[in-house]
């Protein structure tokens, strides 16, 4: 895409998501725009789609098995993004969620549901 092209695409976007503002509630685009270079993103439902492709769209079960497992494993160890954390877990920004995601895919626990 040329980069004028690209430019004039992130505009629009950008001019659709504060269109929602008076709408009296955050949509997830605006909020993405609010929290961004914050380190405050949950990454997990973006962990969890790419074990999902791995799962349906290339086949590779075991692959999207350890990273379910371990994303499971790393909220089991109380692992908390802001949006989900509640008393007694651990508050983390996004980089350091994903790394204890690797961090579990590494230790090769099984997960306790």
Known sequence: MRPQRLQEVLGCFHLLVWANWDLGYLNPYMVLLLISGQDKANPLAT??????????????????????????NTLNRGFRTGDICSAGNKLVGCKEMGEEVLKSIDQKIPAAV
């Not at 349906?56 to 075991?62: A, D, I, M, S, V």
């Open 47 to 72: 962990v969890l789609s790419a074990a999902m492709l791995l799962k349906y769209g290339l086949g590779e079960e075991k692959a999207a098995q350890r990273i379910e497992t371990a994303v499971l």
